[in-house]
T-cell receptor, first 112, second 111 residues
Framework: GAGVSQSPRYKVAKRGQDVALRCDPISGHVSLFWYQQALGQGPEFLTYFQNEAQLDKSGLPSDRFFAERPEGSVSTLKIQRTQQEDSAVYLC??????????FGEGSRLTVL | QKEVEQNSGPLSVPEGAIASLNCTYSDRGSQSFFWYRQYSGKSPELIMFIYSNGDKEDGRFTAQLNKASQYVSLLIRDSQPSDSATYLCAVSFVYGNKLVFGAGTILRVKS
């Protein structure tokens, strides 16, 4: 596809459930980023991949958050034992190493 | 401590006026500076980027960077109601590495 594709667009989870969010970046983009955006706030960095290597995971809020990009293209962000404070929009962005991020439409997670 | 600061607004300007959006950053080693626009319920989209001190113009948009003052701004000339959105300032310390975003400034252009 032409842009960054994320799925699901909307996810409602009961507290304690595990969720998996998928990101399909723009073809050929080496770098992939995950951000978390709470209502009324700017995106907060979670983690960053260059190809399949996870180079920075300093923004992951707890060990319940895990991201992978095993073949250097599609990435999955997994959240285990979801909590209400995990409710947010999760944005994926890819970058052709020019510094400009191209964002997907996001996955809106609501934890009840 | 927040690394990128923006006035949350809302900033209200009449149609046709110049809107001025400001951003300060804390890391003197920052290399790259970006302005994103985000409509309600949508993802951020890149408007402009600037790497060097001075002004950079693109259509109705001008980005201004002053590294000595750690300040970057975005001017929107001839503001239109369709410019009403949240404007996010983002800063990168290392070229191609993660962007740190401000909380955004809400702009409202009134017709």
């Amino acid at each position: 596809g032409a842009g960054v594709s994320q799925s699901p667009r909307y996810k409602v989870a009961k507290r304690g459930q595990d969720v998996a969010l998928r990101c399909d970046p723009i073809s050929g983009h080496v770098s992939l980023f995950w951000y978390q955006q709470a209502l009324g706030q700017g995106p907060e960095f979670l983690t960053y991949f260059q190809n399949e290597a996870q180079l920075d995971k300093s923004g992951l809020p707890s060990d319940r958050f895990f991201a992978e990009r095993p073949e250097g293209s599609v990435s999955t962000l997994k959240i285990q034992r979801t909590q209400q404070e995990d409710s947010a929009v999760y944005l994926c962005a890819s970058c052709p190493n020019t510094g400009e991020l191209f964002f997907g439409e996001g996955s809106r997670l609501t934890v009840l | 401590q927040k690394e990128v600061e923006q006035n949350s607004g809302p900033l209200s300007v009449p149609e046709g006026a110049i809107a001025s959006l400001n951003c300060t950053y804390s890391d003197r080693g920052s290399q790259s500076f970006f302005w994103y626009r985000q409509y309600s319920g949508k993802s951020p989209e890149l408007i402009m980027f600037i790497y060097s001190n001075g002004d950079k113009e693109d259509g109705r948009f001008t980005a201004q960077l002053n590294k000595a003052s750690q300040y970057v701004s975005l001017l929107i000339r001839d503001s239109q109601p369709s410019d009403s959105a949240t404007y996010l300032c983002a800063v990168s310390f290392v070229y191609g590495n993660k962007l740190v975003f401000g909380a955004g400034t809400i702009l409202r252009v009134k017709s």
